[in-house]
């Protein structure tokens, strides 16, 4: 106990001497509980799949942490437990999962933090200049997308696209507005305008 008391000591040390030379600092986080993770809130709902790569960290268990990608069927292969199905699950979720796992016979109150690294690709397609895939960033709009794809074609229809969501099989026709956002995974298709 006097060690962890003397590593918080230590960290905000640390802080207060950043703070006291100018430098803009955040507070140390010290652990996170097994229901709180490092991600925003829409990443609280955000539904894991394949092609994420998620951090995992086991506080002061750096053997059960690291870093980890979701596989095409789904799972993460984590220390210890192996394989466990992640598609699907918020970051919340496969935090109790795990955690209970490892409270059932390795460790006696673990504490995990997951956060999301790098989110699955969407892809666009249609009349934009270059269509294809790209890669995904919290809180990004149709427009956003559309710029990475090097901007819309002279037939492009402006005012509406297509958006398939992971998973589903159908596209649904959507306004197009500044505002309108899409998830991992989802494919935007622009339509052409006729006249």
């Not at 559309?146 to 901007?151: H, P, W, Y």
Request: charged share 20%; proline share 5%.
């Amino acid at each position: 106990m006097a060690t962890v008391f003397a590593k918080i000591l230590s960290l905000w040390a640390v802080v207060i001497t950043l703070a006291m030379s100018g430098l803009a600092v955040a507070p140390p986080v010290l652990a996170q509980t097994e229901t709180s993770a490092p991600v925003s809130a829409d990443n609280y709902r955000y539904r894991m799949g394949a092609d994420d790569k998620i951090r995992v960290i086991v506080f002061g268990e750096p053997d059960l942490s690291g870093e980890f990608v979701v596989n095409g069927e789904g799972k993460v292969a984590l220390p210890l437990i192996g394989e466990v199905r992640a598609a699907g699950l918020t970051v919340t979720e496969l935090q109790d999962q795990y955690a209970g796992v490892l409270r059932e016979g390795y460790l006696k109150d673990p504490r995990v933090s997951i956060e999301v690294l790098t989110f699955r690709p969407f892809y666009i397609l249609g009349e934009v200049s270059q269509p294809g895939e790209y890669p995904y960033t919290n809180g990004l709009t149709v427009m956003n997308a559309v710029a990475r794809a090097q901007g819309f074609t002279y037939r492009a229809n402006k005012k509406k696209v297509f958006i398939k969501s992971a998973g589903s099989t159908e596209e649904r026709e959507v306004e197009l507005t500044t505002g309108l956002t899409i998830q991992p995974g989802d494919t935007i298709r622009v339509a052409e305008r006729y006249f």
